[in-house]
């Protein structure tokens, strides 16, 4: 029998039983069937994937354009109001976010999207711009939470899905807002096309995708209310009925703080080298980018960084995408080839030999550095999708997503002084 469109949290096909088996096979039309609605499902993760990140790094750059400002300052304060509320969203998230239906944390994705959207395009105050960089923090932080639990509700596959539209909104985000404004669009009305973003979003969860019946859209199942007697609550060991539609994934019980917190430990395996990756790559990024520089060459400052920063993208996306066809157990692995990187890169800036490199050399280097964070991205993410317990799945995505946001916050801190170090040498 093929395996279901939806996640079967590990059971295997003949576990169902013959009756299962009779009603996946009625009929020549079942199979197609359910590969139109595995195909919408893939799609649907790709698209939410790339809508979640897009409206983030298209933001971004446009803040940057209405501060019309480069002072240090600004940039901190950037920075602060892109990673802080992401990183509040993604601490707190998995002690309470299960009590909220999926369908209204969607549609809070959607609202701050659009409202970052706006608020930028209209702004005309740092502050106020500012706050914009913050609804698109809350709405890329609690969409990827969000999105990466949804995930246990359908076939294992559309982790990878999910992974690569999140690594294709950096190089379509950028593309398209450089696009706009070179074809002689304004920032403001760049921002204002980018509104359908947030209409896609919520096209490709609330039409394209198809959720099975048991996820909570608007309300929560009996078994996850924490407030049900003990004798109402689920049971789930070996003397339990087994389900008899493979087209349905097991709610998740209640978890204590205990329980969640057992499974956190059993996760910082994942958890601890993908911050380790994300703390050195955005280390390279936020502090040795600017640095690395050839002066005697056609090409400017402005336009290599800008080479940077596509090459990086273009690995992330490549590494993103790539898990069905190499899968990486160990994690620690890509992290310590990417500190590495980041050891030899801080060398060559501080001792000023990486311009006796090639520029392509640098390309080089640069491509491989997203190389390793995109593939400790979606390996991290496919690993505990593949070895999480089926009731435990849920939370497992939502608690490990905190990894890479907790490097990157470290790495800001660090990277800004190291940066003007630098900057401030004779």
């Known amino acids: 029998m093929e395996r279901s469109l939806y996640d079967t949290g590990g059971t295997s096909d003949s576990d169902w039983g013959e009756d299962a088996e009779e009603e996946v096979k009625d009929g020549p039309e079942a199979p197609r069937a359910e590969a139109g609605s595995l195909c919408r499902n893939l799609a649907a993760f790709w698209l939410l994937g790339l809508c979640n990140n897009f409206a983030y790094v298209v933001m971004l750059s446009a803040a940057h354009d209405i501060l019309r400002t480069e002072t240090n300052e600004t940039s901190t304060a950037v920075l602060l109001a892109d990673i802080l509320p992401t990183l509040v969203i993604k601490f ?11 369908n209204y944390r969607v549609i809070v994705c959607i609202i701050t999207a659009a409202s970052s959207f ?59 807002y450089l696009g706009l404004t070179v074809a002689g669009l304004s920032p403001r009305n760049s921002l204002l096309v980018m509104l359908i973003i947030p209409t896609l979003l919520l096209i490709s969860y609330f039409i394209l995708l198809l959720p099975p019946s048991s996820l909570p859209r608007w309300k ?51 958890m601890v080298p993908l911050s380790l990756v994300y703390f050195a790559e955005y280390f390279i990024n936020q502090g040795l980018f600017e640095l690395i520089y050839f002066p005697h060459i056609t090409m400017s400052h402005s336009e290599q960084y800008r080479w940077y920063q596509m090459l990086y993208q273009a690995g992330v996306f490549i590494s993103r995408s790539s898990v069905r066809c190499v899968k990486i157990r160990h ?16 060398v060559g800036v501080s001792y000023l030999f990486l311009t ?45 997503c905190v990894s890479d946001t907790l490097g990157i916050s470290i790495s800001g801190a660090l990277a800004i002084p190291v940066h003007n170090y630098f900057c401030g040498l004779p």
Not at 223 to 243: C, F, I, K, M, V
Not at 251 to 266: D, N, R
Request: proline residues 5%.
């Open 92 to 102: 707190t998230a998995p002690l309470y976010i299960e009590q909220i239906p999926y």
């Open 356 to 400: 006796k490199l090639t520029l392509y050399g640098i390309f080089a280097i640069i491509l491989f550095e997203g190389l390793l964070g995109g593939a400790a991205y979606v390996n991290t993410f496919n690993n505990i999708a593949v070895e999480s317990k089926p009731e435990d799945k849920e939370f497992s995505m939502a608690a490990a």
């Open 220 to 270: 929560l199942p009996e078994g996850r209310s924490s407030t049900l007697p003990a004798h109402r609550q689920p049971l789930l060991n070996d003397s339990a009925p087994r389900q008899t539609d493979p087209h349905l994934t097991p709610s998740s019980p209640h978890l204590t703080l205990y329980q969640k917190w057992q499974i956190i430990k059993s996760l910082l395996k994942y």
């Open 118 to 176: 706006l608020i930028v395009s209209f702004s005309t105050d740092i502050a106020v711009s500012l706050l914009g960089v913050v609804f698109a923090s809350v709405s890329s932080g609690l969409g990827e939470i969000t999105f990466l639990s949804l995930t246990a509700f359908f076939y294992s596959d559309v982790v990878s899905y999910w992974s690569s539209g999140t690594g294709g909104a950096g190089i379509l985000g950028a593309l398209s």
């Open 331 to 346: 994690i620690w692995v890509l992290s310590c080839l990417q500190c590495g990187l980041a050891i030899f890169l801080l």
